[in-house]
């Protein structure tokens, strides 16, 4: 029973968490770009709204099943990191397996959507999900081979014992103990979150909003909170890699804030790649700073 | 995809369940990027940091799948109209339509033109009009707070307006449209 309770408050705070994000990252662009913005509560009144819109449009089982899968894998990752370390609530459900079946099931959202998109049959979705995928197995290497740097560096694969190796102080965290990898994770962060300059999926000026074209009413409501979920699943499990893992709900906070707002700023401020670009500077550079780390390790 | 059933009226509501609902609907109005007449214009300073439409919930979405408003931005051609419908009927409900300038009023400088309408109210159900040749976006703005207003008193009902008199619609749309080649029923 009171696993059940600790899933529910852990979804609960992750989702108000992941929307409330949102809305603050769409004030902060806002500014950037000198204009007011939206009040910082606008994603909960879009998804709120959306939800009760009427739903009349389907392409299909795939169609009505990608937001689901979304959500499910945003919500497996939640539950299998440990998000406040030793804390009862949080830390009874983690995961003591490896992280490599955090990233599959990372992916495993990620496809569903694609397949979904697929399904919905319209050519700016299938365009996108094809662009998105491309960058996806580009991006994946890197943060692949970053993790795996890292996990050899501390002689263990699984999640509690990386976060466990990171509590001597600030000096052993990874970010410090590998700076290379930890650079190459954290560019590969940029096209996770979809940050421009690696903004290719979702496009405005070619292939208005991608993916999602025909999707509408619920399943969009479901999209946002599916990714506002998502958003706090990886955040949690960059904090976890990188920076410590978070020993109370206020660090957790703090340094989820921190990192959320990264991709925000590089995002206001940077045009937007050629798919090829991209796909280029990803293979390259954050791969090669993952590398050198990977070998320095084995070295 | 086409539906050959007419449109299903909709059903009661719980009243305070509706009250919080017309709130968030009128804190987040999802324009269809989609411009019909010279009035497109105006509408994109709203996206400036001058006049900063954001800063109302409202935004622009390129599909008409995602929005709630659609904006009829000055004249509309004869030829056009058969693609306004298309893009009305695939919106989903609850949705609004906001006419701007004196063209779709009363037609205004083109009253005479043989492809232009004259009163667009006729064809669509309109829930505000912003009056001017062409309104500047202040005033764009002010059409704006006032379908809010509506939405949140539930007095934007012209989407209901439109599926209850369908016939009378549906009538007029095919005097202008002469080869209509649509399904009748096709949301």
Known sequence: MSNIIS????IAA???WGLLLGGISRTVTARIHGRMGPRVTQNFIDVWKLFRKKTSIHHGGMFWMAPMFRITGAICVLLMVPIVIGNSVTWNMSFAGDVFLLIYIMFFGCLGMALGAGNSGHPYAVIAVSRGLAQMSSYELSFSIAVVAIAVGLHTFRIEGIVAAQQAGISSWNIFRFPFASAGALLAFLPMQMAYPFGIVLAPQEIPIGPPTEYSSRFLSLMFSGRALFGVAKLVLFVSLLFGGASSWLSLFVKTFLLYMY??????????????????????VPTTLALVDLVRVML | MYCNQRPEKPGNKIEV???ITNMARANSLWVTAYGTGCGAIEL???????????RFGIAMRPTPRQADVLIISGYLATKTLKRVI???EQIQDPKYIVALGSCTINGGMYFD???TLNVLDKYLPVDVYVMGCMPRPEAIIDGFSLLMRKIKDGRAQGWKHYKENLDYYRENQK??????DLPDYNW
């Open chain 2, 175 to 180: 005097k202008i449209i002469t080869d209509w």
């Open chain 1, 14 to 16: 992750s989702l108000i």
């Open chain 1, 263 to 284: 991709p925000v700023v590089v995002s206001s401020v940077f045009p937007r790649f050629r798919t090829e670009q991209s796909i280029r500077f990803l293979w390259f």
């Open chain 2, 86 to 88: 298309r893009v009305y």
């Open chain 1, 7 to 10: 899933i529910v408050v852990t």
């Open chain 2, 113 to 115: 033109s043989y492809n």
């Open chain 2, 17 to 19: 369940f509706e009250k």
């Open chain 2, 44 to 54: 994109r300073p709203l996206h400036t940091s001058r006049f900063d439409m954001e």
